[in-house]
């Protein structure tokens, strides 16, 4: 179980974005994270991603998370805007996560190409990353990164880059992430898509975390 308790973020001292947050997850829950713009779906995500610091107390599999390696070892996060370099190729670009994530090689070479493949993505591979469209880079992204096992799944906005036959794909791969034991949490705003593929639904309003019903 993954677990968050008394989470509290602030912009200022006159400006609280997230109060109290707590929540606890599963393996295998595929959680739709919902709330307006703005309201700070993609900061909490960040947040336990570990790019911003925050008020909180996080445990994961009953032990209490103390260092930020603890738990990165053991999460992937997908942002909006795929972390990427324009001036390396797809391959290039691959290789330095591979060796970012220290992922044995062998594994990662047979998830990432059998990914690629199935995205349709093996004939740009020699290309440079800035000839991509967006959709591209995410196929790109989401093959390399999704090559590691990871107990802990953070998308923001994962679905919107894609055409529909890739956001079918996209629903696949997390589906089978989720099957082998993964905590998906997302942020979408394409709400019929999202609710046949979440499992549970968090709703963010006014700096508050509640479960709505599906």
């Known amino acids: 179980m993954f677990y968050i308790q008394n989470l509290n973020f602030r912009y200022d001292k006159n400006l609280k974005l997230l109060e109290n947050i707590s929540f606890s997850a599963n393996p295998g829950d595929i959680i739709w994270l919902?709330?307006?713009?703005?309201?700070?779906?993609?900061?909490?995500l960040r947040i336990i991603a570990q790019l911003i610091n925050a008020e909180s107390t996080i445990s994961f599999k009953g032990k209490l998370i103390e260092n930020?390696?603890?738990?990165?070892?053991?999460?992937?996060?997908?942002?909006?805007?795929?972390?990427?370099?324009?001036?390396?190729?797809?391959?290039?670009?691959a290789d330095f996560l591979q060796q970012l994530?220290?992922?044995?090689?062998?594994?990662?070479?047979?998830?990432?190409?059998?990914?690629?493949?199935?995205?349709?993505?093996?004939?740009?591979?020699?290309?440079?990353?800035?000839?991509?469209s967006l959709g591209m880079k995410h196929k790109l992204y989401w093959s390399a990164v999704l090559a590691r096992k990871s107990s802990?799944?953070?998308?923001?906005?994962?679905?919107?880059?894609?055409?529909?036959?890739a956001q079918k794909l996209a629903i696949n791969i997390l589906k089978q992430k989720a099957s082998e034991g993964s905590i998906?949490?997302?942020?979408?705003?394409?709400?019929?898509?999202?609710?046949?593929?979440?499992?549970?639904?968090?709703?963010?309003?006014?700096?508050?975390?509640?479960?709505?019903?599906?």
């Open 34 to 44: 919902k709330g307006d713009n703005g309201c700070g779906k993609t900061t909490l």
């Open 68 to 93: 930020r390696k603890e738990i990165l070892a053991n999460l992937t996060y997908i942002p909006a805007e795929p972390y990427l370099f324009n001036y390396l190729t797809g391959t290039e670009n």
């Open 101 to 132: 994530f220290n992922v044995d090689q062998k594994q990662f070479s047979s998830s990432f190409l059998k990914m690629i493949n199935e995205f349709q993505m093996d004939h740009a591979l020699d290309q440079f990353v800035q000839e991509y």
């Open 152 to 165: 802990i799944i953070l998308l923001d906005e994962p679905l919107s880059a894609f055409d529909s036959d």
């Open 184 to 214: 998906i949490l997302f942020t979408s705003h394409l709400s019929e898509i999202s609710a046949k593929l979440a499992t549970r639904i968090l709703v963010l309003h006014e700096g508050n975390l509640t479960e709505e019903k599906l």
